[in-house]
């Protein structure tokens, strides 16, 4: 007796709502995620309890390494290329175009005014390996026998005059000397600038058993 062939019909599912759906969420993501920059240093935060939150725009980064080396960056670009017109007019230094662009690629700056032009005329490899072992100077200013500002209230002062409402956060290594954070704390003070968020890492309290 002949074997019965049963016909097998092709199922066919219509993967077009799956695709829509799957465009929706990733629009969604690329329009709500906030990217982090690199810093050119490693920063392990020290926890707190504290659940404010550092605001996403507006906002003058301080981080401070372990070994008391200060660095800076700005969310606004624009903003931030200001800035930097700002104290190479004030420090009487020149930047090319393309130095100009190498800065506005940076995630962070931190070198002695005196060293930025020379840092940003290296490659990309010996910029993130030189900006390592320097740091935005803390120490006083000495013009014509007084001490004034120094590069550290200078950055500030010419971001609090591109953007007045700009907000100051600090972060620094669970390590950092407290000499040190304390260094950078008497800065902004002497600047009457006395409201700022300090960066830590959230920890849970642990529940009583």
């Known amino acids: 007796m002949g074997k019965v ?3 097998k019909n092709d199922v066919w599912i219509d993967m ?9 969420l990733l629009t ?72 100009e662009k190498k800065f506005q ?9 005196e060293k930025l032009s020379a840092y940003l005329s290296l490659g990309q490899t ?22 004034g500002k120094s590069e550290f209230q200078c950055w500030v002062d010419q971001a609090l005059q591109v953007n007045p409402d700009i907000k100051l956060a600090i972060k620094a290594d669970q390590n950092t000397p407290y000499k040190v954070v304390k260094k950078v704390m008497s800065e902004l003070q002497d600047m009457n600038q ?4 300090l960066i830590t890492s959230y920890k849970k309290l642990e529940e009583d058993k």
Do not use: C, H
Request: no cysteine; hydrophobic share 40%; net charge neutral.
């Open 28 to 99: 969604f993501f690329m329009l709500t995620s906030t990217f982090v920059k690199n810093e050119p240093v490693k920063v392990v935060t020290p926890q707190s309890v504290s659940e404010i939150k550092v605001p996403e725009k507006d906002v003058l980064n301080i981080l401070v390494d372990k070994q008391g080396k200060v660095f800076m960056s700005m969310d606004n670009q624009a903003q931030m290329m200001d800035v930097l017109s700002g104290m190479t007019g004030q420090f009487g230094v020149q930047l090319s175009a393309e130095q």
């Open 126 to 147: 010996e910029m993130s390996n030189a900006i390592k072992t320097q740091g935005i100077p803390t120490d006083s200013i000495n013009s014509d026998g007084k001490l």
């Open 16 to 24: 077009t709502p799956m695709s829509d759906v799957m465009v929706l």
């Open 5 to 7: 062939k049963i016909k």
């Open 194 to 197: 006395n409201r700022y968020y």
């Open 105 to 113: 690629k940076d995630p962070m700056w931190g070198v002695p005014m």
